[in-house]
């Protein structure tokens, strides 16, 4: 069974910075996409950035763009998105999903974690 | 603003067909494939379709899906009470060179 267990969340003020990481299990970590998906309080679902298995396409939504790096340790079967510059705007639950196999366009994102909540407020 | 647009709210009643309608543009559902999510309260999101009409295991067959230009759609025949949910449409953008999802539709069983 494919488990992804998102950790780092918490409360961190404006301009500051955090990293989350998922940790995964039951998968070929080391051949999937992966894919961080944020929601903010109420609203609806946001794609956040993309990872090729071998880290060698990577891409973001522009809303995080310059301040968001995501990468992954494929021999831990990790993945981590470290966030800088934080903004109101990014409090969010933080989900990782895997995407698939084959191109990052084709993504079915079928496997999700649980969440971890990050708050930016002073 | 979402760039794949859903009406926000659709209802039905027990054993009802409802469909769910998701526009786009030719650089996200006229040019890629489709894939549709449900969302139960307080839980994660869960692959309902994936490359417009495909279903993963697991998933009951009430649920269909189709795309047509830039438009695609959910189906669910059968409804149940279960089906209460938010449901949202994704596409990957080949103009924003991203992944894109709907505002999202919250399904109500009368």
């Known amino acids: 069974e494919v488990q992804l267990v998102e950790s780092g969340g918490g409360l961190v003020k404006p301009g500051g910075s955090l990293r989350l990481s998922c940790a995964a299990s039951g998968l070929t970590f080391s051949s999937d996409n992966m894919n961080w998906v944020r929601q903010a309080p109420g609203k609806g679902l946001e794609w956040v950035s993309s990872i090729s298995p071998t880290s060698g396409y990577i891409y973001y939504a522009d809303s995080v763009k310059g301040r968001f790096t995501i990468s992954r340790d494929n021999a831990k079967n990790s993945l981590c998105l470290q966030m800088n510059s934080l903004r109101a705007e990014d409090t969010a639950v933080y989900y990782c999903?895997?995407?698939?196999?084959?191109?990052?366009?084709?993504?079915?994102?079928?496997?999700w974690g649980q969440g971890t909540l990050v708050t930016v407020s002073s | 603003q979402s760039v794949l647009t859903q009406p926000p709210s659709a209802s039905g009643t027990p054993g009802q067909r409802v469909t769910i309608s998701c526009s786009g543009s030719s650089s996200n559902i006229g040019s890629n494939i489709v894939n549709w999510y449900q969302q139960l309260p307080g839980t994660a999101p869960k692959v309902l379709i994936y490359s417009n009409n495909e279903r993963p295991s697991g998933v009951p067959d009430r649920f269909s899906g189709s795309k047509s230009g830039a438009s695609a759609s959910l189906a669910i025949s059968g409804l149940q009470s279960e089906d209460e949910a938010d449901y949202y449409c994704a596409a990957w953008d080949d103009s924003l060179i991203a992944w894109v999802f709907g505002g999202g539709t919250k399904l109500t069983v009368l």
């Open positions: 999903a895997r995407g698939g196999s084959s191109l990052q366009r084709l993504d079915r994102f079928d496997a």
